[in-house]
Nanobody, 123 residues
Framework: QVHFVESGGGLVQAGGSLRLSCATSGRAFSVLAMGWFRQAPGKEREFVAAINWNGGNTYYADSVKGRFTISRDNAKNTVYLQMNSLKFEDTAVYYC????????????????WGQGTQVTVSS
């Protein structure tokens, strides 16, 4: 089992920045691929970014490429999502997720999920 503590969400103006953190405990963090997903009201959960176990490979949705950066610190069992140049359409609940194996973009491939943190971007 993997437990998550997500933080860093909040209200920000368009063009601003936020950094989300997801601290984990339970299963060995260093062997897990981590992902960030988001879900806006009335919409399906969508992929945002993913990172493999050692940070050597990262993947991004086209909508966030160049603005968001995923990173991890295995010594702190934490994955981050730096979000810059935020847009109104980035407003959503953001979830971190974990899986054993390679980083993938499909939500159904992740076994463990955080509780989510709200990000609201005002236009």
């Amino acid at each position: 089992q993997v437990h998550f503590v997500e933080s860093g969400g909040g209200l920000v103006q368009a063009g601003g920045s936020l950094r989300l953190s997801c601290a984990t405990s339970g299963r060995a963090f260093s062997v897990l691929a981590m992902g960030w997903f988001r879900q806006a009201p009335g919409k399906e959960r969508e992929f945002v970014a993913a990172i493999n176990w050692n940070g050597g490979n990262t993947y991004y949705a086209d909508s966030v490429k160049g603005r968001f950066t995923i990173s991890r610190d295995n010594a702190k069992n934490t994955v981050y999502l730096q979000m810059n140049s935020l847009k109104f359409e980035d407003t959503a609940v953001y979830y971190c997720a974990a899986r054993a194996g390679t980083a993938v973009v499909l939500a159904t491939q992740y076994n463990y999920w955080g509780q989510g943190t709200q990000v609201t971007v005002s236009s």
